[in-house]
Every structure is written in structure tokens, then in C-alpha cells.
């Protein structure tokens, strides 16, 4: 079959190709040769000879179906061509439609394949999903997890914050609270989310967030941790003694973030260490205290016994004698040395300065070294190198025991010799520069000590020949204080085995003798309408019966307002103005009045301070100013000097007499003047009944004062010692006024480092006064 289309093909190309013309006479001729070869074929077959007439024949048969053959083909052909054609343009579409289909099946392919890629690429993405989904929930739960720990750890962590007693808090950099544990809310009142965004100040008072805003500052300011103590308030008022410590908090890029701070209590630590500082002061106090007693009636025994070495003795009475006086000198030395130790340790030491005959002073000094050296057998000279002045202002007692020290030493480690004291003087201007020197022949110092021998509780290394010359090495530290306190020191020049001298230098001003003279007090019979504006009871009560003995009418008032209140033009003739009131001071009283009234009375200041200035309370307001205790001479010349510009008469008090002589020990310690005065005046009955009103009220501001030591309160410090001054004051106790004036003094240097001893010496020495007191008026109303 494919042949014949082969054939057809080729047949029907042919005609195409030679023309119908051509193609008929090719087709004639093929189709008489055909004619005749299958006439001469089958002639040949069925008669064995051709005949020419078979030949013709078989051309003429040719040539007649010749047309009909060749129409035949050509129509044939025809159609085969309109076929072929048409078949050509089908076939033409066919190869389009193939060629089409080719396309598409292999853009189809393309896509297969690409989606095929897609598919596998998306099974590769979902297979990745899947595992990054099951990592995401391995990644999620093991978040969870994490963050459930991170929970538990934050709850335990919480729970450990919030049970600690101690305190912990956290501040921004603009100092404002960002979180706390329980303890802190106990603390400052405030729940944590409350307390957020509020700074110190908005939750300590204010001297208390002062000084935490500052350390919190210090902290900003250098990057550094600090630690300190500090006194707390809690809501309740209770104070409490911590131990703080506070960090720098930095985030993770190194922005400063705040502070962290911690809290712990130490109050009960505070007053442990506070007894047992106050038990070594009771120990040093008590040491102190039995040496001023011991001393008292060794004092007795120096002077009866240098009295009866004046008087006839034989020999060895007198030898006797010598020796008690010289042991009683030596071991009231002694007594000085452990008073000095204790106030030296407590950095206490203080000169109190009095004009003295240098000359006579020189004198005691040699007539006492004189019996100390001639006790144990030595020579003894005094020499004046220079003409000495005849007054000037030192404390004999402690250059008294200066000398007794450098002596007892040089008489203690010289078996035979001499003790020589040489001493000379220096007068430049209104200065003398004295200086002593004390030369032994004794054992001397080894030059490797001579630097130490100074200090505290040192001594010298002696050989078994001199163990009974060893003493407590207290004196010389002691007493080379003092001399440096007195502007100048101790020196010392020794030769072991060659004797020491030892040259003492001071400096000191010159003097005038004592006017021992006393001014009478006066008393004014005119009779003045006083207004007295006083808070405290027991200065109240001693005002008004000094002022109702001298014939006054006197209204009191407690506070400032009340004394406004009270006051009414022409009601009074003078008003007595206490300067520290519980409501406003007195020169804002003087401030009022002067503003309100057109006339008043004059209006005197009464004041516990020492009056240096009285200028500045007249340009306060005031027309005068008292101290406080009330002196009656100053009472009475302030009375005295209004009375008279009122033309009223005042008249002194003729029965006035000179003020009894008082003990020695009355006149350190008690305010002679005004109580002397006082007891003219109102009698001994009153200033009893002041001294049992002083008793009920000072436990009560000893108490408060105790309280105020152990928290540091300076305010409360300083307030109940104001109290305690004008108290002490008003009942004549000078010293107990004088301790407490310092302890209400902050402003002194040291403060903090003294009032401890202040508050001591005020807590035992009050009672010590009250008994001289007590002694003095007993020999008063005798």
C-alpha cells in the first residue's frame, strides 16, 4: 500500500511536472507499447508467432484508449491534486496543528517537569515544615518550659526576697523606687506598686532622706559600691539601725540603669557595741572616780603631814613624817596619772588656766622635790638661771604634775647623786617662755629607747639591780601631752649609766593678780506687774519666787501664743522673754508686739546661751537680754534700771551681807553667785523644793537623752540638753550647765566624738552635785 502511494505520488508528480500534452503522448506511448507487449505476450502464449497484424492491432488499441485513459488520469489527477492539495493544506495544518501539539506537549512537558520540580520542591518544603514545625514545638515547649522554671525560679527567688528581714530595693537613675521586698514595704508603709515612682524624699522624713539621697549620689556620681550606717523610721516611729550597702546596676549595653541597695538591722549589734563602749567608760569612769576620792583624803594626809613637819618632832618621827608625805605625793601623782590616762584616752584632757604666783609656785616645787630627794639620801639644788615673772596664767595642777613626774622618775632611778632642777624664763611681749630641766645621776636610758619612752604604758628595760625602780609608763606620755597642750614639750638628753636630764618648755601668758572682791547684790522695793513667758516647769518656778522675794507680781505664760493672748497694753511693767519656746522664739514674740502695739513696757530676753553681744538682741527687738540661771544681781539691775525710768524709787537691800564663804569644791561646781543671791532673797525652803522638782524631772530627760544617744538623733540630742542646762541652771549647778551647754552645741569641733562623755559626765555628775548643793544649803540654814 505504501508502493502505490509511492506510485500515485510519483505518477501524479510527473504529470505535474511534464503538462498535460506531454504527459498524454508520454502516456500514449506507454500505453501502446504496454498494448503491444501484452498482445505479443499473449499472442506468443496462445499462438507461439506474432503477427504484424497483432502489432497493429495492438497500436490501434492503444491509441483508442489512449484519450480515455488520459482524460481518465487527468481527472484522476486532478482530484488527486485538489486531493493533495487539499490534503497538503490539511497535512499543512496537520504539521501546525502537530507542530503546535509539539510545542504544547513540550511546554506541557516543561511544565510537567517544572511542576514535577515545584512538587518535589514543595514536598521538600512541606517535609522542612514539618520538621520546622516540630521544632518550633520542641523550641516552644522547651520555652514554655524554660519560662515555667524561669517562674518557679522568679516565684522561689521572690519568695527568698520577700522573706528576708533584711531590706532590698531597687532605684532608677533619677532616683525614684523601681521595686522592693516586703521588709522595705514594712519598712517605709508603702506597698511595692505604690511605692514605685516615688523618690528618699517623698518617703523618709526629711534629715533621714538627706543623707540617703547623698550616698545614693555618690553611687551616680563615681560607678563605686558603698557601705554605711545609717539610722531608719519606721511608719510607727520605731528608728531602727541598718547596715546599707548600694551597687551600681548596669544594663547589658552599659547604660546606667540605677542602684541596687540592701538593708541589714544591726540595732541590737549598735547597742551591744554601744554597752560595751559605755562599759568601758563606767570602767575608765569608775577608775576616775576612785582616784579623785583617793585623792581627797590624800590631800588631807599632804597637809596635815607638812603641817606637822613644821611643828617640834625628835629624829625619827620627823623621818617618818617625810616618808608619808613624800609616798602620799608620789601616789597622788599616781592618782593624776590614771585620771589623765582615762580622759586622754577619750581624747578629754583639758587646762584650766588661773593666774599664779610663778615664784611661790617654784618655791612649792623645790621645798617638795627637796623631801622627795632627801628621803632616799640624794642631793637636791634649785636654781633660778633668770628673774622669773611674778604672775602668769597657767594651770598650776598640771604643770605641778608635769615637774612631780620628771622628779619621782629622777629620784626612782638615781641610787646616789644629785637631782638638780634648773629653771628659767623668757618674757617676749605679754608671753613667758618657761622652761624646766630636770638633771638626775642616775641609771640613764639606753639611746635605742629614748625615742620610745613616750609612749603609753612603756618602760625602759632596767637590770636586776633596778627592778624595784619600775613605774606604770603612764606619766611621761601623760605629761608630754599636757606640756604640748601648754605650747611647748618635753625633751630628753641621757647617757646609760651617766644620769638623764629631762627639759620641760612652756609657753604662757602674763597675768595680774586675783581681785577676789565680791558686788553685793541689790534687791528694788518698787513693785513691777511682770509678764514671764518660760516653758520649763522648774525654770518657772525659780523665776517666780526670786521675782515674788523681791516684791514683783508675776503672771506666767508657757508659750508664745499664750503670752500674746495674755498680754494687754498698761497690764504690765516688764516682760521677761524666754528665747526657746515650743511654738515660735521670743524675737518673734517682740516681733509681734512691736508690730500690734503702739506702747509697750520693756521686753528683756531670756536666754540659756552665753551673752556675748547684747546688740544683737536689741536689734532683735528686745530692750535687754539675762542669762539663764537668773543671777539676782542682774535681775535686780535690770529691774532697778526700768524701775527708775519709770521714776519709781528702788532701794538696796541694806541687810545684804558678803556672800559665806563656800568650799572649794562648792565654787567649781555650783553657780555661787546666783544662789546666793537666790537664798538671800527667798530663804533656803524654796531652792529645796526647786532641787526636788530638778530631781522628778531629770530622769525623765536622762531617759529621752539615752534614747536620742542611741539613735544618733543630733535634733533630739540637742533639745533635751537644752532642757537639762536651763534645769541645772535654775538650781545653781555651774559644771552640769556648763557639760550640757557643750552637749547642746553641734557645732562645736568634735562633737560627735565628745557627747557620748558629755552625756556621761551629766548622767553621773548631777547627783554628785546635788549632794554638794545639798551640803551647802544645810551649812546656809545652819
Known amino acids: 500500500m505504501k508502493q502505490l502511494k509511492v506510485l500515485a505520488q510519483y505518477y501524479v508528480d510527473l504529470l505535474v511536472k511534464l503538462g498535460i500534452v506531454r504527459f498524454s503522448m508520454l502516456l500514449a506511448l506507454a500505453l501502446v507499447a504496454l498494448a503491444v507487449v501484452v498482445q505479443v505476450g499473449i ?49 499543512s495544518k496537520l504539521e501546525e496543528m502537530r507542530a503546535r501539539d509539539m510545542r504544547l506537549n513540550r511546554q506541557l512537558t516543561e511544565n510537567i517537569e517544572q511542576l514535577n520540580l515545584e512538587i518535589e520542591e514543595r514536598k521538600k518544603a512541606e517535609s522542612a515544615r514539618q520538621e520546622a514545625i516540630k521544632d518550633l514545638e520542641n523550641e516552644v515547649y522547651q520555652r514554655e518550659k524554660a519560662q515555667l522554671e524561669l517562674a518557679e525560679q522568679t516565684a522561689l527567688l521572690r519568695s527568698f526576697i520577700d522573706a528576708s528581714p533584711d531590706l532590698i530595693y531597687y532605684r532608677n537613675a ?27 524624699w517623698d518617703v523618709y522624713r526629711e534629715d533621714i532622706a538627706a543623707k540617703v539621697v547623698e550616698t545614693d549620689q555618690q553611687v551616680f556620681d563615681n560607678n563605686v559600691s558603698i557601705t554605711y550606717e545609717q539610722w531608719l523610721e519606721y511608719q510607727d516611729g520605731r528608728k531602727a539601725y541598718f547596715e546599707l550597702r548600694k551597687v551600681p546596676f548596669f544594663a547589658r549595653d552599659g547604660r546606667h540603669l540605677g542602684l541596687l541597695g540592701f538593708g541589714r538591722e544591726i540595732t541590737e549589734r549598735k547597742r551591744y557595741q554601744d554597752a560595751l563602749e559605755k562599759a568601758s567608760r563606767d570602767k575608765t569612769a569608775f577608775i576616775s572616780t576612785i582616784s579623785h576620792e583617793l585623792r581627797t583624803p590624800l590631800n588631807g594626809i599632804v597637809g596635815l603631814s607638812r603641817m606637822l613637819l613644821d611643828s617640834p618632832l625628835d629624829d625619827d618621827q620627823r623621818n617618818y613624817l617625810r616618808t608619808i608625805y613624800v609616798s602620799a605625793i608620789t601616789l597622788g601623782n599616781i592618782f593624776n596619772d590614771i585620771i589623765d590616762l582615762d580622759k586622754s584616752d577619750r581624747n578629754r584632757l583639758s587646762l584650766y588656766p588661773t593666774s599664779i604666783d610663778l615664784r611661790e609656785f617654784v618655791t612649792e616645787i623645790e621645798n617638795i622635790s627637796g623631801l622627795m630627794a632627801e628621803q632616799k639620801g640624794l642631793r637636791f639644788e634649785l636654781e633660778r638661771v633668770t628673774d622669773l615673772p611674778e604672775f602668769v596664767a597657767v594651770d598650776a595642777t598640771r604643770l605641778r604634775q608635769i615637774l612631780w613626774n620628771l622628779v619621782g622618775n629622777a629620784v626612782k632611778f638615781t641610787k646616789q647623786g644629785c637631782v638638780i632642777i634648773t629653771v628659767s624664763a623668757d618674757v617676749e611681749d605679754d608671753h613667758a617662755h618657761l622652761c624646766f630641766e630636770v638633771e638626775d645621776s642616775g641609771v640613764g636610758i639606753p639611746a635605742d629607747e629614748q625615742d620610745k619612752i613616750f609612749a603609753m604604758y612603756y618602760q625602759v628595760k632596767q637590770g636586776e639591780e633596778n627592778l624595784h625602780a619600775v613605774g606604770t609608763g603612764i606619766g611621761l606620755a601623760v605629761s608630754r601631752q599636757l606640756a604640748r597642750m601648754m605650747g611647748g614639750d618635753i625633751t630628753v638628753d641621757s647617757e646609760e649609766g651617766e644620769g638623764s636630764t629631762f627639759t620641760v618648755t612652756v609657753s604662757v601668758p602674763l597675768s595680774e593678780p586675783v581681785d577676789d572682791e565680791v558686788q553685793l547684790p541689790t534687791r528694788s522695793d518698787s513693785r513691777l506687774r511682770i509678764l ?66 503702739s506702747s509697750l513696757p520693756p521686753l528683756v530676753a531670756l536666754t540659756a546661751n552665753v551673752i556675748k553681744d547684747k ?12 542669762s539663764k540661771p537668773i543671777s539676782v544681781a542682774a535681775l535686780s539691775q535690770v529691774i532697778e534700771r526700768y524701775a527708775l525710768a519709770e521714776g519709781k524709787e528702788a532701794v538696796t537691800d541694806e541687810s545684804a551681807s558678803t556672800r559665806p564663804v ?72 555651774k559644771h552640769v550647765q556648763k557639760v550640757a551647754q557643750k552637749a547642746q552645741s553641734p557645732e562645736l569641733p568634735a562633737w560627735w566624738e565628745n557627747i557620748a562623755d558629755w552625756v556621761d559626765e551629766i548622767k553621773v555628775g548631777y547627783q554628785h552635785d546635788l549632794t554638794v548643793l545639798k551640803a551647802w544649803l544645810d551649812e546656809q540654814s545652819s
Open 43 to 91: 499472442t506468443l502464449v496462445l499462438e507461439g508467432t506474432v503477427q504484424n497484424i497483432d502489432i497493429i492491432r495492438s497500436i490501434f488499441f492503444g491509441l483508442v484508449i489512449t484519450p480515455w485513459a488520459v482524460y481518465f488520469l487527468s481527472v484522476v489527477v486532478d482530484q488527486l491534486e485538489e486531493s493533495r492539495q487539499r490534503l497538503s493544506k490539511l497535512v
Open 615 to 626: 546688740g544683737e538682741y536689741i536689734d532683735k527687738g528686745m530692750d535687754d537680754a539675762i
Open 532 to 597: 514671764l513667758v518660760e516653758d520649763i516647769e522648774l525654770n518657772i518656778t525659780v523665776a517666780t519666787n526670786l521675782l515674788e522675794s523681791l516684791g514683783h507680781e508675776v503672771t506666767v505664760a508657757r508659750d508664745g501664743q499664750s503670752a500674746l493672748n495674755t498680754f494687754m497694753p498698761g497690764a504690765f511693767d516688764l516682760l521677761l522673754l524666754d528665747i526657746q519656746l515650743p511654738d515660735m522664739t521670743g524675737f518673734d514674740i517682740a516681733a509681734t508686739l512691736r508690730e500690734t502695739q
Open 662 to 733: 563656800a568650799s572649794e569644791q562648792a565654787e567649781k561646781l555650783l553657780d555661787m553667785d546666783m544662789l546666793t543671791g537666790y537664798v538671800e532673797l527667798v530663804g533656803t525652803e524654796p531652792v529645796r523644793k526647786s532641787i526636788e522638782m530638778f530631781e522628778q524631772l531629770m530622769p525623765e530627760y536622762i531617759a529621752i537623752l539615752d534614747s536620742n544617744m542611741t539613735a544618733r538623733d543630733q535634733d533630739g540630742i540637742v533639745s533635751e540638753a537644752h532642757k537639762i542646762k536651763g534645769a541645772a541652771g535654775s538650781v545653781g549647778l
Open 174 to 200: 533619677k532616683g525614684q523606687f523601681s521595686g522592693c521586698n516586703r521588709a522595705m514595704e514594712e519598712l517605709t508603709g508603702y506597698k511595692e506598686k505604690a511605692l514605685k515612682g516615688l523618690t528618699p
